[in-house]
Each structure stands twice: as structure tokens, then as C-alpha cells.
């Protein structure tokens, strides 16, 4: 069956701008969760959806936000983009619980200018 | 707060060498997992460990929780060019969330 999906792979923004990720899980996978990943701070957690709700959320400042819709499909976004925001941006479905093995998808690179 | 910490952080071998990976914690974890990272690409599931003390062996890699269930341990026997990649461990505790170690990157020489 397909993998996780996510577009774009890459973008560039400006600083100020604004971006809208997307992630298609696997199918029948009900749980989609988002990390950041930087050379610096490594993997982060994001948040994750499941069922339409957002069930658990990292320490991320309120410029970053998701929602997933009924068909499990995840989008997430970054507003007033700043620098330090560049990274890439993975998504991971699980059939459940994000606590079991996490399919990830190749990530969105965003690098903010 | 980063509570998952991997040494060594970079690893430069050649091929054919042993190599051990750590993954440590303050924390007691109910479950931790390792996942391996190629450029390009999301990371993908190598193992789950449950069980304190528990071994799995996965060819030539030999992962162990520790018996207190803060540490784990990625052993890789005779190197390939192929290991070649970023290693990480994350646990589960009890916030229903996976965290992420800081994780250690492989590069196995021909």
C-alpha cells in the first residue's frame, strides 16, 4: 500500500510569509503526528491529530498550528515565518496511538529567507 | 528539554568494524524504539524494546533496553557501507508521545 505522503518536498519562503504543509497517511492509519527536524535541536515534536483532534501538542509557539480532516489527511502551518524555522518537516502516521511504530513520510524542506 | 541523549553524536568507520551506539534517559520508559534515517528520506523503524534487560537481534545488529529501562544500545557487527545513516532512539513515557534522541550519525568507509 502507499506510504505517507507529504507535499511540497521543498519550498522557500521570506521571512514574515506564511506556509501550509500537507501529509496523507497511510491508509487507515487514524493518527497523524508532525516533528521538526533541525542539525541542531535534532527531532521535535510537533502535535498530533487523531480522529480530527489534536491529542497531544509540543512546545512550539502558537505560529505553528494543524488540523487533520475526515479522511485523516493532516495539514500543518507556520505563520510570520522567521529564520530559525527553516528545517524539515516530517510527518508520521500510526494506526492508533503515535506511541507504536511511526511510518514516516520523506518531509517537507523548508528554508525561510 | 531534550531528555533522550545518544552517544557518540558522529561515527566514521570502515568497513567491517564493530560499533556500539547509546541511548540514554533520566526517565524510565514503557517501550523504547530505534529508527534508522537515510539522506532524503523519513526515518524508518528498526526495532521495538519492551521488556528491562531485553536483547533483539536484527542480523547483524544487536539492540538491548537496560534493565532499569532508561538506556538503551544499538550494536552493529562488521560494519557495511549500507549502516550508513542516522541512528535514532525514542522512548515512550507516559505522555502518550514518542521523544526523540539527539540521534548519531553513521558513516561506514569501503
Known amino acids: 500500500k502507499a506510504g505517507v505522503t507529504q507535499t511540497p518536498r521543498y519550498l522557500i519562503k521570506t521571512r514574515g510569509q506564511q506556509v501550509t504543509l500537507s501529509c496523507s497517511p497511510i491508509s487507515g492509519h487514524r493518527s497523524v503526528s508532525w516533528y521538526q527536524q533541525t542539525p541542531g535541536q535534532g527531532l521535535q515534536f510537533l502535535f498530533e491529530?487523531?480522529?480530527?483532534?489534536?491529542?497531544n501538542k509540543g512546545n512550539f509557539p502558537g505560529r505553528f498550528s494543524g488540523r487533520q480532516f475526515s479522511n485523516s489527511r493532516s495539514e500543518m502551518n507556520v505563520s510570520t515565518l522567521e529564520l530559525g524555522d527553516s528545517a524539515l518537516y516530517l510527518c508520521?502516521?500510526?494506526?492508533?496511538?503515535?506511541?507504536?511504530?511511526?511510518?514516516f513520510g520523506e518531509g517537507s524542506r523548508l528554508t525561510v529567507l | 528539554t531534550q531528555l533522550l541523549e545518544q552517544s557518540p553524536q558522529f561515527l566514521s568507520i570502515q568497513e567491517g568494524e564493530n560499533l556500539t551506539v547509546y541511548c540514554n534517559s533520566s526517565s524510565v520508559f514503557s517501550s523504547l524504539q530505534w529508527y534508522r534515517q537515510e539522506p532524503g528520506e523519513g526515518p524508518v523503524l528498526l526495532v521495538t524494546?519492551?521488556?528491562?534487560?531485553e536483547v533483539k537481534k536484527l542480523k547483524r545488529l544487536t539492540f538491548q533496553f537496560g534493565d532499569a529501562r532508561k538506556d538503551s544500545s544499538l550494536h552493529i557487527t562488521a560494519a557495511q557501507p549500507g549502516d550508513t545513516g542516522l541512528y535514532l532512539c525514542a522512548g515512550n513515557y507516559n505522555t502518550d508521545k514518542l521523544i526523540f534522541g539527539t540521534g548519531t550519525r553513521l558513516q561506514v568507509f569501503p
Open positions: 524494546v519492551v521488556t528491562g534487560g
Open positions: 508520521a502516521s500510526c494506526p492508533a496511538g503515535n506511541t507504536g511504530e511511526l511510518f
Open positions: 491529530y487523531f480522529s480530527e483532534t489534536q491529542r
